[in-house]
């Protein structure tokens, strides 16, 4: 009972942030000095980002893997004062919070609609790559389920032919909010962990759909393993409730 009451008062929130770009303002604001207020106030150890920032230096952008779960510490996960960065995201209110949000901390972001033409997102990706700047995505979508990639980033990947990056952040102390991925929030004045790796791929120029299927496990694969042992540096327990069937990636609603 107590979860369907805070679901419905998400669902009212939503609703009024749709129509009310003064509230979406102010709640972009409020979010993004809470994210600067966590990150001053903790110990941060990071792993894994000196290899990624290896890559940028050479004028290759990336592409950055990270769960939606995830998302509250993305501006820390990639040096955005040195390199750009371009956020994925569909089109919803939550999505132009969270686009407000990242713009505060001088990420670009791209939306798309994932109900029309798949090719138009793929152009848009590999634009924002030719033109020199990262992407960054949730390979579980918007709405999920939590933690299971589905297929769509593999045509960006091969389109891109960008190198692959996951990245996860965690926290020894953090709340996990009502929402349909629980993410992950931190609390001040705690200790976190920022890990980036390297996700190694080998696509064809024409991959069918048993070569996507087994890239799909394979980034799943790894974008949990790094989200685990962000939670593991950090000393926070694994959340298993997340452990599901990657047979489960093409039965939830699209990205």
């Given amino acids: 009972m107590a979860r369907k009451k ?7 929130v939503r609703r009024r942030l749709a129509g009310n770009s003064t509230l979406t303002g102010f709640g972009a604001r409020l979010m993004a000095g809470y994210m600067r207020f ?6 941060w150890d990071r792993d894994g980002q000196a290899d990624m920032d290896a890559v940028l230096e050479t004028g290759q952008p990336v592409v950055v893997i990270i769960w939606h779960e995830r998302l509250a510490m993305c501006p820390y996960l990639f040096d955005v004062d040195r390199f750009p960065l371009c956020a994925v995201t569909t089109y919803s209110p939550i999505a132009s919070l969270g686009q407000l949000v990242l713009g505060r901390f001088g990420l670009d972001a791209v939306s798309f609609d994932p109900k029309g033409n798949p090719m138009g997102a793929t152009r848009a990706v590999v634009r924002q790559v030719r033109n020199g700047a990262s992407v960054a995505l949730s390979p579980d979508g918007s709405r999920g389920p939590p933690r299971v990639a589905k297929p769509f980033p ?3 990947i091969r389109a891109t032919k960008a190198p692959v990056f996951c990245v ?6 953090g709340v996990r909010l009502p929402t349909w991925d629980r993410a992950l929030m931190p609390l001040p004045f705690t200790r976190g962990t920022l890990i980036a790796r390297r996700w190694e791929y080998e ?9 996507i299927e087994a890239l799909r496990r394979s980034l799943d694969a790894a974008a949990n393993a790094v989200t685990d042992a962000a939670d593991r540096a950090a000393g926070r327990a694994l959340d298993m409730s997340f452990r599901q ?6 039965t939830g609603p699209a990205p």
């Fill in 154 to 156: 593999i045509p960006w």
């Fill in 38 to 43: 966590c990150f001053r106030t903790s110990r």
């Fill in 6 to 12: 805070k679901n419905k008062t998400l669902r009212r």
């Fill in 168 to 173: 996860a952040f965690s926290v020894r102390r």
């Fill in 203 to 211: 696509i064809s120029a024409t991959p069918d759909e048993a070569e």
């Fill in 245 to 250: 069937s990657g047979d489960a990636a093409g």
